[in-house]
């Protein structure tokens, strides 16, 4: 890829989404940190190649009996933390351990230019991935594998290319489409499920989207969470909290409803103390009591979810991690209804809510005013998080994985 449409690329995410540090390291490239026009050719190019890698016969031979397969990830390039990775890492680690091999490839990475310097940044930032994982900077170095993953719908596109394997599967974890208003970003997400690979979904709600609406093969896994953090803990005071999951640069997760329905909460109760987490939220105008704590790391999320009696997290698409997290340290998890959440929460062991903030405050209220209510779905919230394991659901996705390699390979003989 020209360094030129990397540039470009790297300057119009950041301008999109407010991102000053972004936008600082494309100026200092070599190309002009503002170019004189928008190249939307260039910049959405990678939609249209479609020139393919053809399978080596002769890697195919050579391991085609391996005992333990062969895994490509190709996956975006990721910021500190970012939860979509961890997941995608959490996995690789355990189906390293159930006896895969995983090789991690990065797909237009404009940060990343060499292997030493991707590996050095997951060592430090992703420590959960296992040593063992071979990493490297780009798609370009990437062999053959008994079968290969995409893990975003930009990555799909470079997976529909590459036939040097013999599996293609996709690790969707939400629905992308919606990740956009309706216009070409949707379309060109939205292809990406007609492309012919197999589904390894986040829960049943995408396995039956995309079954239904999309004929993909896919089954899915469940979530569960981090024991070594998340930990159930009594709540030390009588000061009645509410935790919001706050992310005004992520549309889907509903800010605005979120905090009509938490000002209104307050103003029928001002005693109340509200703990954003998530994104720094000191820009905005909050009239009733809060703390403020910004981005912040697992081990803060789990002090502030004992802290409080109830936790908002609000979603328009896939569930995330959030409310099974709350439920293991011992809080409540108050999230939207709909298919997108009760493949996973339910009304015995969540507060269910409208996308209405009236609704959303009446509701917290009750549970407010009707604690011994309350304490069962806690009960019940943290019982079923302790059902949960991610190894559990590591081996749903080998045995899944083994038997659609084992499909398609007989398709080859």
């Not at 896994?221 to 953090?229: E, G, P, T």
């Not at 999951?245 to 509903?254: F, I, L």
């Amino acid at each position: 890829m020209k360094k030129t449409n990397v540039v470009y690329r790297t300057l119009r995410y950041a301008k999109n989404h407010g991102i000053k540090a972004t936008i600082e390291r494309a100026k200092q490239g070599n190309e002009p940190a503002v170019p004189p026009k928008n190249d939307v050719i260039g910049f959405y190019s990678f939609v249209v190649d479609n020139d393919p890698i053809p399978l080596n016969r002769k890697e195919y031979e050579k391991h085609k009996n391996d005992e333990k397969k062969i895994l490509n990830w190709v996956i975006p390039e990721m910021g500190p933390g970012s939860g979509g990775h961890t997941t995608i890492f959490r996995f690789i680690s355990n189906l390293e351990r159930l006896g895969f091999h995983s090789r991690v490839y990065l797909y237009m990475s404009p940060n990343f230019q060499d292997n030493a310097s991707i590996r050095k940044f997951l060592k430090e930032y992703f420590p959960l991935l296992v040593p063992e994982v071979e990493v490297y900077c780009d798609v370009s170095q990437m062999k053959f594998a008994h079968a290969t993953v995409a893990t975003s719908w930009t990555t799909a596109y470079y997976v529909r290319r590459f036939n040097n394997t013999i599996s293609k599967f996709y690790f969707v974890q939400d629905f992308e489409p919606y990740f956009y208003a309706h216009g070409s970003e949707y379309e060109f997400a939205e292809n990406t499920y007609k492309m012919g690979f197999r589904g390894i979904t986040a829960g049943d709600w995408l396995r039956d989207l995309m079954r239904g609406q999309y004929g993909m093969k896919a089954d899915s896994f469940s979530f569960s969470y981090d024991d070594k953090v998340y930990q159930a803990k009594e709540k030390p005071d009588h000061q009645k909290r509410v935790f919001f999951y706050a992310r005004p640069v992520t549309p889907r997760r509903d800010f605005e409803l979120g905090m009509l329905a938490i000002n209104e909460l307050c103003r029928r109760m001002p005693e109340i103390e509200v703990i954003f987490a998530g994104w720094d939220v000191s820009g905005y105008e909050i009239p009733f009591r809060h703390r403020n704590l910004g981005t912040v790391t697992p081990q803060v999320l789990a002090e502030s979810y004992v802290l409080c009696d109830m936790c908002l997290v609000i979603s328009n698409t896939n569930l995330s991690l959030v409310p099974l997290e709350v439920m293991a340290c011992n809080s409540v998890a108050v999230c939207s209804k709909g298919e997108n959440s009760t493949w996973l929460v339910n009304e015995e062991n969540a507060v269910l809510v409208d996308y209405d903030p009236v609704r959303i405050a009446d509701t917290m209220e009750y549970y407010f005013n009707h604690p011994e209510e309350l304490s069962k779905i806690r009960r019940k919230g943290l019982e079923f998080a302790r059902t949960t394991s991610w190894q559990k659901e590591a081996k749903k996705v080998y045995d899944s994985m083994i038997r659609g390699i084992e499909e398609d390979e007989r398709k080859l003989q």
